[in-house]
């Protein structure tokens, strides 16, 4: 700690450390960088340089043998963070990891044992869970599905005992991306693991999240194992979620399109900016402000339409004059994850995204890809989903 605050090491001062990790730490009140470290000394002194860090390093053991150090970043490629995280927690530290926790289930039980031996807390950075527009989405859902209004013209029919069918929630995820920006590095195995492992465990955690106290009981995946897929997740009580993921889309439209129905109602999130409630009397729509908006002063009324007007512009400007604004961001709960994580290890809470719902998302992922292989549905195994670990 210094002056109250946690001190931090970044680990990996990569593309995402540079747009969302030292932003997000640098406003945060609480918290500070003090170590920028990466293989590449090169990277992390430009990291260091850019952002005012004090000290650089490209062995993460000189960070963590400090003892002001009280949490690290882990924001490496993914095969590097087991050792990492189990030699941060045996030293004490609490860790903030990006997503995937792990490449597999076994790797994710060795974090969980090292986080539980070491007494740390963790964070898994499956940040959508932590989306502003996203829990309003939720929260309107959950208040519907307690107390259900209905548009008056619904009731000219007679009415029946709804089938069990037509009592359940479905969740459609719609991502659209454009795969010729993927590295290589990203659809290798023993790297990135694919889109699945890479991605798509953002939204199998979305859907846990989203159905909470449910769990999944059932998933089927189809397509690619490491570009465009769908996965259909059961949950204990019959609600589904349904990912849709094609590589095959466009980066002149937003990438992501959530939709939920139920009991005759939808709710829809567009890309973090726009919900629009359907089916219920006098829902509005609801608008959020981007993360970083370097257009506040186009369409400042704000939502979808605003959002692809700033858009436009970013792009217009990019070909006219070669300007690259790289704040230019949605809200997609980067900033809510860091803020509420620090506050869980100040104030003795729980993590927002433990090291249990990053095993899971990780399990499930690996679900996903076995059922591409076989072709069939495979069973969600609670005994997975809620594992026994020896400490
Ligand atoms: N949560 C999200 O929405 C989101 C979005 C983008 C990326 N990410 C995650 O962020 C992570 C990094 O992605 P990126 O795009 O910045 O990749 P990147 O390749 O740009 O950066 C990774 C950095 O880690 C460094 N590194 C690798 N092994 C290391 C080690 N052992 N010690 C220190 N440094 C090491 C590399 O040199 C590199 O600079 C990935 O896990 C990715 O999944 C998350």
């Known amino acids: 700690m210094r002056n109250g ?19 997000n730490f640098a406003k945060n009140p609480k918290t500070m960088i003090k170590y920028c470290c990466d293989v590449s000394r090169e990277r992390a002194s430009h990291m260091a340089e850019k952002f005012g860090i004090e000290k650089v390093t490209s062995d993460f053991m000189e960070a963590l043998k400090d003892p002001e150090v009280d949490m690290i970043k882990v924001c490496t490629s993914h095969e590097a963070h087991l050792p990492i995280i189990e030699a941060a927690a045996a030293a004490g530290k609490h860790i903030f990891c990006e997503k995937p926790m792990a490449m597999e ?11 539980r031996r070491g007494g740390v807390k963790l964070c898994v950075d499956l940040n959508r869970r932590m989306a502003p527009s996203l829990h309003a989405l939720r929260a309107k859902y959950l208040e519907h599905k307690k107390n259900p209004q209905h548009q008056p013209w619904r009731f000219i029919e007679k009415p029946r005992v709804p089938f069990k069918e037509e009592t359940l929630t479905h969740f459609l995820i719609n991502i659209q991306d454009e795969s010729s920006s993927y590295r290589l590095v990203h659809l290798d195995p023993l790297h990135g693991g ?49 990912i849709i993921f094609s590589c ?30 359907f089916g219920i009397p006098g829902a509005n729509r609801e608008v959020f402000p981007l993360q970083h908006d370097p257009f506040p002063e186009t369409a400042p009324e704000g939502g979808f339409n605003s959002y692809m007007e700033k858009y436009k512009k970013l792009v217009q400007d990019a070909e006219n004059s070669k300007k690259v604004y790289n704040k230019f961001s949605v809200n997609k709960g980067h900033e809510n994850m860091l803020d509420s994580f620090v506050d ?44 026994a670990i020896q400490v």
Request: aromatic share 12%.
């Open 5 to 23: 605050m946690l001190v931090s090491a970044q680990i990996g001062c990569g593309a995402f450390a540079e747009s969302q990790d030292f932003p």
């Open 344 to 387: 869980a290890i100040l104030n003795d809470k729980p993590s927002p995204c433990d090291e249990i719902a990053g095993h899971v998302s990780t399990y499930l992922a690996k679900q996903a890809i076995k059922s591409i292989e076989l072709s069939q549905s495979l069973p969600v195994l609670y005994e997975y989903i809620r594992p």
């Open 194 to 242: 694919g889109v699945i492992i890479g991605e798509s465990v953002h939204w199998l955690d979305l859907a846990c999240w989203f159905f909470a106290p449910q769990v999944p009981v059932r998933i089927q995946a189809w397509g690619s194992s490491r570009l465009s897929h769908g996965i259909n997740l059961t949950f204990s009580e019959g609600d589904t979620a349904t």
């Open 105 to 115: 289930e076994k790797e994710a039980f060795q974090i969980i044992r090292a986080v």
């Open 248 to 277: 095959c889309g466009t980066f002149d439209y937003p990438k992501e399109i959530y939709e939920v129905t139920s009991n005759a109602a939808l709710f829809r999130n567009k890309f973090f900016v726009e919900n629009e409630y």
